[in-house]
């Protein structure tokens, strides 16, 4: 035996290289501002829909506090995705931890299964609506709807 140990990686170093969109460099400029542009519409659309539903008494119906909550979900979601793409583009390529790593893969999952919970509550809602319509007000009030979104958003974590 040499004295050197095959056996044990002693490298500290636990980041990973996110080198983005490498082939496009020359349009860079372009690519982040297609995406920033992106980003602002998902924005204003999203809270768009959530101060429309507020603000109308018409629309305080369960679907549209699903569709409110669902909207508010589609904010968190690209709000934890599309700055890291911005920074990646702005810096060309970022060192990410293998914490930040984990966290932004927990979150990226959890709000995917926040989004899978709230489309199943939305179809059980339609699911009344259509085939059980005299029992819908008694069975779809607010508390219970309240009830509904608060296990979805939990439960995925």
Same mark, same amino acid.
Request: with cysteine; charged share 5%.
């Given at each position: 035996?040499?004295?050197?140990?095959?056996?044990?990686?002693?490298?500290?170093?636990?980041?990973?290289?996110?080198?983005? %969109?490498?082939?496009?460099? +020359?349009?860079?400029?372009? *690519?982040? =501002?297609?995406? !920033? $542009?992106?980003?602002?519409?998902?924005?204003?659309?999203?809270?768009?829909?959530?101060?429309?539903?507020?603000?109308?008494?018409?629309?305080?119906?369960?679907?549209?506090? %699903?569709?409110?909550?669902? +909207?508010?979900?589609?904010? *968190?979601? =690209?709000?934890? !995705? $599309?700055?890291?793409i911005l920074h990646i583009l702005?810096?060309?390529?970022?060192?990410?931890?293998?914490?930040?790593?984990?966290?932004?893969l927990f979150f990226l999952g959890? %709000?995917?299964?926040?989004? +899978?919970?709230?489309?199943? *509550?939305?179809?059980?809602?339609?699911?009344?609506?259509?085939?059980?319509?005299?029992?819908?007000?008694?069975?779809?009030?607010?508390?219970?709807?309240c009830y509904l979104v608060l296990?979805?958003?939990?439960?995925?974590?």
């Amino acid at each position: 035996m040499t004295g050197i140990n095959f056996l044990h990686n002693n490298s500290q170093d636990q980041t990973f290289l996110l080198l983005g %969109f490498q082939g496009l460099c +020359s349009y860079r400029f372009l *690519v982040f =501002t297609i995406f !920033i $542009i992106v980003y602002i519409f998902i924005l204003c659309g999203n809270v768009l829909i959530i101060l429309v539903i507020v603000s109308n008494g018409l629309l305080h119906s369960p679907m549209s506090f %699903f569709l409110s909550n669902l +909207s508010l979900l589609e904010i *968190v979601c =690209t709000t934890e !995705i $599309i700055p890291v793409i911005l920074h990646i583009l702005v810096r060309n390529g970022i060192r990410l931890s293998l914490f930040g790593c984990f966290v932004q893969l927990f979150f990226l999952g959890t %709000f995917s299964a926040t989004e +899978s919970f709230l489309l199943t *509550v939305m179809s059980y809602d339609r699911y009344l609506a259509i085939c059980r319509p005299l029992h819908y007000s008694s069975v779809m009030h607010f508390r219970f709807c309240c009830y509904l979104v608060l296990t979805s958003w939990t439960s995925s974590f």
